[in-house]
């Protein structure tokens, strides 16, 4: 059964960086077969994807967060992660990681989602 | 950049027929997939390519995809039915979009 676990820090102070870490375990990360994805909800509002990584090496990310954010991999500890830089107010949200199989397949596992909140 | 719309709130009786659409420019060209959250959760896994359910998705939830949308139906809606339903797609330039998200009220 593969899970993915966010973690990280719960609060953040503006202008600093947030970087939160997804470990996944009953699969590996190396697969070719899927991307690694961070998807974030401010409170009370709808699912906003952040952006995606292969183990290739490739990164896709939301043209509205492109310039703030950072997605790798760390295979040896079968964990990606995310940095999103300058963080304001508005970046204070749920965190998922998922995975997905790209293609139209979805995001098929989540992890429970973790909470950030920005503030001074 | 690629956007999707889907109306804020549906409701329906229960038992009947709930649709929940998603629009967006030549949607039918692309795949689309939904998912559901409930309040607190982690959102799920309903529909993806178009149509097609994952392992232990009732065949009461189908969803089509044609022109300009995408439509999620709900076969004999039920109490526990009741969440947000979001649609997505991928486009080259802005990757995965999300639609607004759907409440679903069953009463």
């Known amino acids: 059964q593969v899970q993915l676990q966010e973690s990280g820090p719960g609060l953040v102070k503006p202008s600093q960086t947030l970087s939160l870490t997804c470990s996944v375990s009953g699969d590996s990360i190396s697969s070719d077969r899927y991307y690694w994805s961070w998807v974030r909800q401010p409170a009370g509002k709808g699912l906003e994807w952040i952006g995606r990584i292969h183990v290739s090496g490739t990164t896709k990310y939301n043209p509205s967060l492109k310039s703030r954010v950072t997605i790798s991999l760390d295979t040896s500890k079968n964990q990606f992660s995310l940095n999103l830089n300058s963080v304001t107010v508005a970046d204070t949200a749920v965190y998922y990681c998922?995975?997905?199989?790209?293609?139209?397949?979805?995001?098929?596992?989540w992890g429970l989602g973790t909470t950030v909140t920005v503030s001074s | 950049s690629y956007e999707v719309t889907q109306p804020p709130s549906v409701s329906v009786s229960p038992g009947q027929t709930a649709s929940i659409t998603c629009s967006g420019d030549q949607l039918g060209n692309k795949y689309v997939w939904w998912s559901y959250q409930r309040p607190g959760q982690s959102p799920v896994l309903l529909i993806y390519?178009?149509?097609k359910r994952p392992s232990g998705i009732p065949e009461r939830f189908s969803g089509s995809n044609s022109g300009n949308t995408a439509t999620l139906t709900i076969s004999g809606s039920q109490p526990l039915d009741e969440a947000d339903y979001y649609c997505?797609?991928?486009?080259?330039?802005?990757?995965?979009?999300f639609g607004g998200g759907t409440k679903l009220t069953v009463l």
């Open positions: 998922a995975r997905d199989r790209g293609s139209g397949y979805g995001m098929d596992v």
């Open positions: 997505q797609t991928w486009d080259i330039d802005s990757g995965v979009v």
């Open positions: 390519q178009d149509n």
